[in-house]
C-alpha cells in the first residue's frame, strides 16, 4: 500500500510540473536572444555578450558563462539550474544570423 501511494504521489508531482526537464533548459550554445533574455536578470545586453562569447568560444559547461563580464556568482546561482551547455555552436547563415537547429528526420 505505501508503494502504491509512493507511486501515485511521484506521477501526481510529474503530472503537476515538479521540477525542470532538460527539454525546458535554454542551450548557451544555441539560444536566441529572446531565449537567453527570458532569463532572470538577463537583458538585451547581457544577451549579446553571450552570443559573442560563445562565437569566440562555444561554452563546455555552465560555470564557464561567468567568464561572460556582468555574470557573476549572484546572478549564476539565480540561472544554474535553467540553463545548459549541451549544444554545439549554432551555425552562421547567408544574412549573418545563425540557422535553427534542423529536427531529426525519421
Do not use: C, H
Not at 22 to 29: F, H, K, P, Y
Not at 35 to 55: V, W
Amino acid at each position: 500500500m505505501k508503494r502504491l501511494l509512493a507511486l501515485g504521489m511521484m506521477v501526481l508531482f510529474l503530472v503537476l510540473g515538479g521540477g525542470v526537464w532538460a527539454a525546458d533548459l535554454i542551450d548557451l550554445n544555441t539560444a536566441t536572444p529572446q531565449q537567453l533574455e527570458s532569463l532572470p536578470g538577463i537583458g538585451p545586453a547581457l544577451a549579446a555578450k553571450i552570443i559573442e562569447y560563445r562565437q569566440t568560444k562555444p561554452f563546455t559547461s555552465i560555470e564557464q558563462i561567468k567568464e561572460v563580464k556582468g555574470i557573476g556568482d549572484a546572478k549564476f546561482e539565480q540561472i544554474k539550474n535553467l540553463i545548459t551547455a549541451g549544444g554545439s555552436q549554432p551555425q552562421a547563415n547567408a544574412t549573418g544570423g545563425t540557422a535553427a537547429p534542423k529536427a531529426p528526420q525519421q
